[in-house]
């Protein structure tokens, strides 16, 4: 069971509009570290579902963010 | 016991310079500036008087006051009479004596004495100066021409003008303009003739008069008299709490008779109010009495049944039994709950306990996500602390004033009256906001500079307003280079340096003309102390956090933090939503703004709780409602709040509400989100419980129990015992005891007790060894992050965009009579000022749709429709329309939609795109919900 994709890739894509002026190297950590921080396991998994699936419409500082996050947490990936 | 303030007479002068005089024989040092009155009643001597009173600059009229000094002639007035080295003052003499007995019975002789039946008797100044004169005789007899016979006009709610007792000493017309800045009363005529009047001859309800009881407060005789005290009497005793409405925390005297609240009275010495109030504390209390309250737990299998009542007992074991079972067969995440900001901070905190450590889940959140929780994120980003920087007093010495989207006036009275006090002194003013509020242009009050930007464009403008600032030279360096990064202040320089942040660029997205925005920017920078306050014309947007960030840069590269008269301010909506923050309540952070993946310091509530908190962050309200639609999410322990009418997007709202299985709502009125409840618990208002509230200047004010709990038990005791019944007990036998355990837990609340603020007062966290007294001013000399940190505030616009079917932007917000959902001033004498929402329309926009003012109106956006009426106003711009959300029939927030800001998912309230069209009939959402709120409130009551 995932939450409606279209409103978490929104979200996610809303945090990369705000880090985008900065260098990649921070936004991405920026971005990744909002949504660890931020967003409750359900909605990672729902958002890792989603990337697992290719990402569609994810910004590409989104893509990123969220692959390093996936990494970092293998379990939540895995088990979205 | 009754309180009763010291009246000195005239205001307090707070000058360095002090001088020595003496009074009767006696010496007496005072401050310069100080009137002969006030410097006798500090050494307790009472000069006697009418026309005078400390809130107020004295006038001189009565010359009751009238003392002798050695070597001058004549007997001045004390009351305006200023201190001097040396001078020898006699307060009583014979000839003073005489004098004043003269006075009085001129006073007397058109004054009916009808002392033993009116109200006033017992607390008259003018019975009392004449005890006080020793006035025996009235020689001029009762029959020359008076004014007895005037009529009452009792139009006014709350209070009674009885023109017959009037003694014309101007107090009343001196409070309206000098305290609450609205100059509604003149005196009309001259001599014999004079008489008080509300505006042109007008009644009170019909006149400019906002009902702030100041003028109440200042009269000396019954002419204008609280209808309460006409009707009940005198108090007996009075009791110091807190008003429960606004983030201001204004403080008040309850005063009572028994258990029965006859009069709230402004108290002085609120270090937030100073002594003034507005018309909700002041006089909306009538709700806590209402016949509508619920005082009966209830409980019912599926929100079609009637409810049923129970015992307490039977109530919370259904509840406790129902989240045990969701629990077990969704599994423990699926429960969650929402603190309160209407309820004390000890409350807020059991509920998030409750949360955590009962449910084992951090899926708790509060009322602030639909309004500042961008506050706290962009704070917390750039200076370190989730909260704003100064007291209210601060704007006692800014230079120039910046309100950004926010209306003081009518959302936060008592502060606006401060507000508008030194704009009169002769600070400048700046006005950011779409619409023309009231302070653009006021009594004696013009904003150098109103930018009526287009909603959804904060971001551009204060972008643009720090281009001119850092292109111009117009940053503090050595400031910037001594308190903040300069990495990142050097980031942001480039970034808002670039061309197209110029507010000749910005023009199209923001509709303000660069010159204006250009010059706006000078005025800010050019003053040493320069303050910004604003509100949720901020923060309830889908950039909300980043222009809380771009208001930290202007602030921070002009040097305006960690002074008195500067600041970011945020002007707090509910009376406890700073401190709903401060307990807790986000499920993501621990008490004190902690993260909740901190080990350490979940390591300490793990201690202190005896549990192990999970270090995932919960689900947030609009999150938990998506889960719930999604069906993840299947229960709810609501405190007070009513999501169903206050949150965006109301049919996703219902939608996640009635997916769920177990709601649980306590609160003092079945509210709308009790239309889709199982349980209703019945709580109990702020005069039924002891605990504090935490007002926007982090100030933690007493509220104390005037009357016992309505329902038997306060809320606080009700949260314990659904703790127990779902096996985590909570063992807490007054609030002070919880006081003790957030103060044992909380680095910045480390010196807070309640017996301190009894003390105090008040106490401003941060409280704690490094700041034993509390702080008024925040980042004195170093930010609380260590260095100011720059942020790049990148402008996005919204996408909620206006096109050929939606071409209107609606923006909504609130008025000065009504609060939030309404649930309490609707059910007050404040109906007769705003009996129901409108919309306001320019008349552009209306003649184009063919709608006349006062027209019955549908308003469409592409999640929903309502109706309403509509009134054409000027304060609007052409393409935007505004109204409250006041009124649940109206249901605004059916319209508004779920975007919401990028960092805290605060919903967008701001910028909805609509259209407006005439309408003879209610939308199908209106019909609909009507019906299922009446049948979803039948109760079946249990037998006696
Ligand atoms: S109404 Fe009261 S305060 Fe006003 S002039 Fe008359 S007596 Fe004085
Ligand atoms: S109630 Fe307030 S606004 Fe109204 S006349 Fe009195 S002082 Fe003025
Ligand atoms: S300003 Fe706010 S706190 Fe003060 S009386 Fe009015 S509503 Fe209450
Ligand atoms: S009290 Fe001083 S003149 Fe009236």
């Given at each position: ?80 | ?898 975007f919401s800001d990028w960092a805290t998912n605060c919903p967008e309230y701001k910028v909805t795109a609509v259209e407006v069209r005439l309408s003879n009939h209610q939308s199908e959402w209106q019909r609909e919900n009507a019906l299922f709120r009446q049948a979803s409130r039948r109760i079946t009551k249990a037998a006696e």
């Open positions: 069971m995932t939450l409606d994709d279209n409103r978490l890739i929104s979200m996610a894509n809303q945090i990369a509009d705000f880090f985008k002026s900065y260098p990649e190297g921070e936004a991405v950590e920026g971005i990744a570290t909002h949504i660890q921080k931020f967003w409750d396991p359900r909605m990672r998994r729902g958002i890792f579902a989603h990337l697992n699936k290719g990402g569609a419409g994810l910004h590409p500082l989104t893509l990123k963010a969220l692959q390093q996050l996936a990494a970092k947490q293998p379990d939540l990936a895995k088990s979205a | 016991m009754l309180i009763q303030e010291t009246d000195y007479g005239t205001p307090i002068r707070l000058s360095t310079k002090m001088v020595t005089l003496t009074i009767d024989g006696q010496d007496i040092t005072v401050p310069e500036g100080t009137s002969i009155m006030r410097a006798a009643a500090e050494m307790g001597t009472k000069v006697p008087k009418l026309c005078a009173t400390d809130s107020i600059e004295a006038f001189g009229s009565c010359r009751l006051c009238a003392v002798e000094i050695e070597g001058r002639r004549g007997t001045p007035a004390s009351c305006t009479t200023p201190v001097e080295n040396g001078l020898k003052v006699w307060t009583q003499t014979g000839k003073l004596a005489k004098l004043r007995r003269n006075i009085m019975e001129l006073y007397i002789s058109d004054h009916p004495l009808d002392c033993l039946t009116c109200p006033a008797n017992g607390n008259c100044e003018l019975q009392d100066m004449a005890g006080v004169v020793g006035l025996r005789d009235v020689r001029y007899g009762f029959k020359g021409s008076n004014h007895l016979d005037a009529v009452k006009d009792e139009s006014n709610p709350y209070f009674t003008f009885d023109a017959s007792k009037c003694i014309v000493c101007s107090r009343c017309v001196r409070a309206c303009e000098e305290v609450q800045g609205t100059f509604a009363l003149t005196i009309d005529s001259r001599g014999f003739a004079s008489t008080v009047s509300p505006g042109q001859k007008e009644d009170f309800l019909g006149s400019e008069c906002v009902s702030c009881g100041a003028c109440v407060q200042a009269c000396p005789t019954a002419t204008l008299m609280e209808k309460t005290v006409i009707d009940a009497g005198q108090a007996e005793h009075s009791i110091i709490t807190t008003c429960a409405y606004c983030g201001v925390g204004c403080s008040f005297k309850a005063e009572m008779r028994g258990t029965e609240v006859v009069n709230m009275v402004p108290y002085k010495d609120g270090e937030a109010n100073h002594g003034h109030s507005c018309v909700k504390g002041r006089f909306a209390w009538g709700y806590t009495t209402h016949q509508d309250r619920i005082t009966k737990p209830m409980i019912r299998a599926k929100i079609t049944d009637p409810w049923k009542e129970v015992s307490w007992e039977e109530a919370i074991n259904y509840a406790a039994s129902e989240f045990k079972r969701i629990q077990g067969k969704y599994g423990r995440n699926a429960v969650g709950g929402i603190t309160s900001s209407r309820c004390t901070n000890e409350e807020a905190y059991l509920v998030q306990k409750l949360v955590r450590a009962a449910f084992g889940v951090n899926n708790v959140d509060t009322c602030a996500r639909v309004c500042h929780s961008p506050t706290g994120y962009g704070l917390s980003q750039t200076f370190g602390t989730s909260a704003g920087t100064q007291n209210f007093d601060s704007v006692r010495e800014a230079d120039v004033i910046m309100v950004i989207g926010a209306n003081p006036t009518d959302a936060h009275p008592v502060f606006g009256s401060h507000m508008k006090k030194r704009l009169r002194e002769g600070a400048k003013l700046i006005v950011v906001d779409p619409r023309r509020i009231d302070l653009v242009k006021s009594a004696h009050i013009k904003a150098s500079y109103h930018l009526p930007l287009k909603p959804g464009t904060n971001v551009a403008m204060i972008n643009a307003l720090a281009h001119v600032i850092v292109t111009e030279g117009l940053v503090k360096e050595d400031y910037v280079a001594e308190r903040c990064d300069m990495m990142e202040f050097n980031r942001w320089r480039d970034f808002v340096s670039d061309k197209r942040h110029a507010p000749e660029e910005m023009e199209k997205y923001t509709g303000v003309k660069a010159a204006d925005v250009r010059e706006a920017a000078r005025l800010y920078a050019s003053v040493k102390n320069a303050a910004i306050y604003y509100g949720l014309g901020v923060t309830e947007h889908s950039q909300g956090s980043t222009m809380v960030m771009g208001m930290a840069n202007l602030a921070m590269a002009t040097g305006n933090v960690g002074h008195i008269g500067a600041g970011v301010n945020p002007l707090r909506g509910q009376n406890n939503v700073q401190g709903s923050c401060d307990m807790g309540s986000f499920p993501h952070e621990l008490t004190g703004y902690r993260h909740i993946s901190t080990d350490a310091v979940r390591e300490e509530f793990n201690r202190a709780w005896g549990v192990t908190l999970d270090p995932e962050p919960g689900l947030r309200i609009p999150n938990m409602l998506d889960a719930a639609v999604d069906g993840t999410f299947k229960g709810i322990y609501i405190q007070g709040e009513d999501i169903a009418q206050s949150d965006p997007n109301t049919k996703h709202v219902t939608a996640g509400l009635e997916a769920m299985e177990c709601v649980v709502v306590q609160d003092i009125f079945l509210n709308e989100t009790a239309n889709y409840a199982h349980v209703f618990l019945p709580g109990t208002t702020f005069l039924e419980k002891d605990g504090t509230f935490t007002n926007a200047e982090r100030r933690i004010n007493m509220v104390r129990q005037a009357i016992p709990p309505v329902p038997g038990y306060a809320d606080w005791e009700v949260t314990m015992m659904l703790s127990k019944a779902l096996g985590y007990e909570m063992k807490y036998s007054h609030p002070s005891e919880i006081m003790d355990e957030i103060a044992a837990l909380t680095p910045t609340f480390k010196g807070v007790s309640y017996k301190r603020i009894d003390e105090m007062g008040s106490i401003q966290w941060p409280c704690n060894d490094a700041a034993p007294n509390g702080t008024p001013t925040m980042h004195i000399d170093k930010f609380v992050r260590g260095k100011g940190r720059f942020m790049i505030t990148e402008f996005v616009p919204t996408e909620e965009k206006v096109g050929p079917r939606f071409p209107l932007i609606l923006t909504t917000g609130r008025i000065l009579s009504q609060y939030n959902v309404g649930a309490q001033t609707r059910r007050t004498g404040n109906v007769a000022w705003h009996p129901e929402d409108i919309l306001e329309i320019h008349a552009f926009d209306a003649e184009q749709r063919g709608i006349r003012d006062g027209d019955n109106v549908a308003i469409v956006s592409r999640v929903g429709e309502t109706s309403l009426k509509a009134v054409i106003s000027e304060r609007m711009q052409p393409g935007v329309v505004y109204t409250t959300f006041h009124h649940f029939g109206t249901g605004a927030n059916v319209i508004t939609t779920d």
